[in-house]
T-cell receptor, first 109, second 114 residues
């Protein structure tokens, strides 16, 4: 069945560092891909999405590109802030959505 | 617009008691999802509905769990009888349409079974 694998955390970076959180997937067909973010005490929020190969999703300085050849959807940000500290989930699907296990990100001031 | 509304936000009860979690989806959304989140198992899909009809309940752990959606603006997840291993954060999410549309999550119900 379809699945998502993302790098285990926690990931700890200093403010203004470059961020990459790896995500790879296994899927039949070409499902939509998502990154969600979860702040403490809250539900998941959509961060960005891409619906077909080579699409780039972007939001709040975060980017991810739908790579069919490497079955990847890595999340990147050029300069992280303390406020980016959260748990990030990679996900795929067009009807039922399958989530990765989440990567906790800590940004130090 | 109001987001997905879940109640209660916190529930503490003793094992063996019945627990009912409630969800009001975003108006106009036609799909609704129930998830359970724990440290050990991450985020698990329990059941989802399209147009108030249950489509996939394969994630419901056992017969103690049941979910209903009597109309487009309300859903319940019931656990009877509850057990300590049911302690988790339960999320409801709703979505407009299908084909790659994002889900919108509520803030969850933190359930503790003593």
């Amino acid at each position: 069945g379809d699945s998502v694998t993302q790098m285990e955390g926690p990931v700890t970076l200093s403010e203004e560092a470059f961020l990459t959180i790896n995500c790879t997937y296994t899927a039949t067909g070409y499902p939509s891909l998502f990154w969600y973010v979860q702040y403490p005490g809250e539900g998941l929020q959509l961060l960005l999405k891409a619906t077909k190969a080579d699409d780039k999703g972007s939001n709040k300085g975060f980017e991810a590109t739908y790579r069919k050849e490497t079955t990847s959807f890595h999340l990147e940000k050029g300069s992280v802030q303390v406020s980016d500290s959260a748990v990030y989930f990679c996900a795929l699907g067009d009807d039922k959505i399958i989530f990765g296990k989440g990567t906790r990100l800590h940004i130090l001031p | 617009d109001a987001g997905v509304i879940q109640s209660p936000r916190h529930e503490v009860t003793e094992m063996g008691q019945e627990v009912t979690l409630r969800c009001k989806p975003i108006s106009g959304h036609n799909s609704l999802f129930w998830y359970r989140q724990t440290m050990m198992r991450g985020l698990e899909l329990l059941i989802y509905f399209n147009n108030n009809v249950p489509i996939d309940d394969s994630g419901m752990p056992e017969d103690r769990f049941s979910a209903k959606m009597p109309n487009a603006s309300f859903s319940t997840l019931k656990i009877q009888p509850s057990e300590p291993r049911d302690s988790a954060v339960y999320f409801c999410a709703s979505r407009l349409g299908q084909d790659g549309q994002p889900q919108h999550f509520g803030d969850g119900t933190r359930l503790s079974i003593l």
